[in-house]
Nanobody, 123 residues
């Protein structure tokens, strides 16, 4: 079992920045690929970014490429999502997730989920 707890969400103006954190506990953190997803009201959950278990492979959705950065700190069993140049369309609940296999873009492939953290970007 892996428990995930997100933090760092909030209200920010367009153009601003936020850093989300996802602290993991339970089984060995380094054996899981980690992903960030988001879900806006009335929309399907969508892929944002993912990092492989080794940290050597990182992937982003086209909509956030160049603005968001995913990273991990194995010593702290924590994965981060640094978000810059935020836009109103980035408003959503952001979730981190873990899976035993390699990273994927499909949210259904992930085994464990955090409770989510709200990010609201005002125009």
């Amino acid at each position: 079992q892996v428990q995930l707890v997100e933090s760092g969400g909030g209200l920010v103006q367009a153009g601003g920045s936020l850093r989300l954190s996802c602290a993991a506990s339970g089984r060995t953190f380094t054996t899981y690929a980690m992903g960030w997803f988001r879900q806006a009201p009335g929309k399907e959950r969508e892929f944002v970014a993912a990092i492989s278990s080794s940290g050597g492979s990182i992937h982003y959705a086209d909509s956030v490429k160049g603005r968001f950065t995913i990273s991990s700190d194995n010593a702290k069993s924590t994965v981060y999502l640094q978000m810059r140049s935020l836009k109103p369309e980035d408003t959503a609940v952001y979730y981190c997730a873990a899976q035993r296999g390699g990273w994927t873009m499909g949210w259904r492939d992930y085994d464990y989920w955090g409770q989510g953290t709200q990010v609201t970007v005002s125009s």
